[in-house]
């Protein structure tokens, strides 16, 4: 027979490690309410997809089990391992997928759980419907990166960039006189399209977008006439560092900074501009988020791009929100080393590669861009843009996309951004694979016709 | 001495209990890389706040130990123990708190977990920024309730229905034709200050705010001239079901169906509008989430608001997108009788007991809401607004907000709704202590003062 001392033993330590399936035993935790939603995405994470795609937890779902494998371009079949060899490049859009190992690797401090009655009402505690914590996180972003001043700066956030542009329009533009002339909306070509196509669209009796600023250099001294002019630095689609063309007490300047991380250029200062305009899409990769925000440096225009955010849509989501602060939480991590050594590489091993190719050919050219010294890796440091801005040089090839097209190669035509369609834009930051197809076929093209 | 048998037992005990801690044992499931996240929502929603207030994950921090909570109005202290019985009740806003307890009594149900790399990317897979699976949940959602035809029509999504409003404003008053007159947008009053401020916000050239249809009501035959009437029905502030006003071959009517579910009004009959407006807050009760949808029968219309919500904003957060699936899921259960039957309770409640305190005083009354069948409760049911739409009896009585704000009570003026001062809207979706408030206030109020 078992001794009492012994059974008494035996039935506690039982109890005890029983128990500690349900309660903090030693450093192991477990879930309980939370436990279904952290399952579900483990499974949906775990479903591999063949390295080519991916699943989502609102992905669609084939005959009511797991969600369907995303794939990637020119891959296909259920687990996205077909390659199809005859599939074109697609190298048009900004979709950032380029950071997407980055955030596999840190997927226990980037995953967030949001609880069903997360900041169900449309204000934060202040009242406001931007989070004061965010705003924090973003202001040591700037000062650990050293790309922005923010000290005595006002933070907005809006829906992506995207909704910020015309939001600074707005602010620059409005005024009581009804009798005023439109202020004029201008940027410098090649530009990113969104400039001209968001003010067109409001079709405002208070700004109108008057073309190119080469239009209008010298000439700002019209009537007291307000311009606007929308300054990318570095430039969407070029990646150049640029400034500001017009001058004048009228000249508003609403500076697009959304490229101005260490993964696409050297960081030379911090950049001081009366309205600057970042988004978490290039700097995180996080495009479906919308989230981006301004720092402005003068009150009555801050205030007037709140009326405009209440107006269009009540602030924006607290989900973005929350995640943005999630992410920034990690991007901060080594103050900011990891994500944009990670970035850098990335970008600089695929300007490279492409430049190899290119330099072979005399059929096509890349935009020249310089090394320079980058005070965030406090060395010069070589290009790494977002995007090509390829050239078809021979006189004949004056609708360069068509060449392009040709090889098996979408990008898009220089006319999209007032330029000449003998450029065309390719972006560089997708995923890796979508960079190998596009590797490969200008390695054929290049090949094939010099 | 203890028998071989029983000691093998044991053993075998011990080590499947111990395992139990690693790995899946049975029904457990322990997690790995969404543990953090897991572990820090539920030690945020763990912190009592005394049932007065909430902590949140993007809560300030105080010390750098856990977030501190966001008392309820009224109540303060660490803990939200501190109750000041001076202090006015809070009717102003719409915040959507009442549904509050029904999800945290479904915390597991509605939690959801986003990893790192959660569509990054602009678009889905079908290139476009609308998820199609919360189209399907939509549509399912609305046949269930019965509240709105969505067979054939085309669904598109919104920074709240707010963005939407607008977008919806553009796409029936753009054209070609410059010299077109600007559309008329018009509203009867008490309407949603929105309809009016947000219009004024965007001083188009294509439309203008044009004040109340009774100015235009047998005058909508002027050369062609396109005439937008907003109809919110229920109506916000007084709840009323209503109908256009304007009629003619160019009006074009915007329907916004916040409130039509069964929380607030019986649902007659499924609504068939060319153009409707619906939001997540007023369903739900998440207001913060900004998500709102509009049903839409005809293609082009359609296609025109999917421009605006392109160039305004790229389409909405993929966070909200997913939050609005999650917490639709849960709506869906038991083909929703659960959340409209805890709505309706806890408005007809309130309705009621509002109604008891104010029907003792001849100074103020509440507007006529009459018991009607309805569809989905497949019985009469009595009213349940939303808001009261008081109104001062007394001839000098003029400034209704002054008398209320006398009391206690803080509420929004008639004015504010283009009606008279007479009239105040008092939220009744709020929190149940803030609900408690104003009642003691106004039980206070009509024993003072009659």
Known sequence: MMSPIYLAFTITTIISLSSSNWFVYGTEWKPSWSAGAAEEAEAVAAIPCSGHGRAYLDGLVLSGYEPICECNPCYSGSDCSNFSSNCSANAGSGDPYF?????????????????????????????????????????????????????????IFGGGSTQLLNAAVYAFSSNNNSSATPAKVVATAPYYPVYRTQTDLFNSRDYRYEGDTSLWKNKTDINGTTFIEFVTSPNNPDGKLTKAVLEGSNVKTINDRAYYWPHFTPIPSPADDDLMIFTISKLTGHAGTRFGWGIIKD????????????????????????????????????????IFQFGYSTMRNRWTRLNQIISKSKRFSLQKLSPQYCTFFKRVRAPSPAYAWLKCERVEDKNCSKILEGGGINGRGGSMYDSDDRHVRLSLIKSQDDFEILVNKFTLLVANKG
Chains 1, 2 share one sequence.
């Not at 950071?99 to 995953?111: D, G, Q, V, Y």
């Not at 009402?121 to 000062?143: A, F, M, P, R």
């Open 99 to 155: 950071l997407e190992p980055f955030w596999m690797r840190h997927a226990a401090s980037s995953a967030m759980l949001v609880s069903g009655w997360h900041r169900m009402g449309y204000t934060y505690s202040d009242g406001s419907y931007i989070s004061q914590l965010l705003v924090d996180h973003i202001k040591k972003l700037h000062k650990i990166v050293g790309n922005a001043i923010t000290d005595e700066r006002y933070i």
């Open 299 to 338: 009150k009555g225009v801050y205030e007037k791009m709140l009326t405009y955010m209440d107006l269009n849509t009540m602030g924006i989501s607290r989900e973005a929100q929350l995640r943005a602060l999630k992410l920034l939480n990690v991007v901060l991590e080594g103050d900011g080393k990891e």
